[in-house]
């Protein structure tokens, strides 16, 4: 059974910075490709970043320059670096394969961007 669990979100301000960790049981992250995926209020959960093994593949535009995705094979933990976070950032984020295959999501972690 694949399992995630994300950590690392919080309250900041604009332009402060945050690491989240995603711990993956259940499959080896050097075999598959690993995304951290958002879900804002009233939104569609999205796509942010993904990564194969320690080789980062994607990321959403808006976040290119501001969020870098890594891993640690031996932890098998993926984390996402989100430096000058924007208030349009405010989401709950999860990780998960990509594409989706039929895991369970996590809790997520809430990352909340306010004056």
């Known amino acids: 059974q694949v399992q995630f669990v994300e950590s690392g979100g919080g309250l900041v301000q604009p332009g402060e910075s945050l690491r989240l960790s995603c711990v993956v049981s259940?499959?080896?992250?050097?075999?598959?490709?690993i995304g951290w995926y958002r879900q804002a209020p009233g939104r569609d959960r999205e796509l942010v970043a993904n990564i194969f093994g320690m080789n980062p593949r994607y990321y959403e535009e808006s976040v290119k320059r501001r969020f870098i995705i890594s891993s640690d094979l031996r932890s098998n933990t993926i984390f996402l670096q989100m430096d000058d976070l924007q208030p349009h950032d405010t989401a709950v984020y999860y990780c998960?394969?990509?594409?989706?295959?039929?895991?369970?999501w996590g809790q997520g972690t809430q990352v909340t961007v306010s004056t």
């Open positions: 998960n394969t990509f594409p989706l295959e039929q895991h369970s």
């Open positions: 259940g499959v080896q992250i050097s075999t598959k490709l």
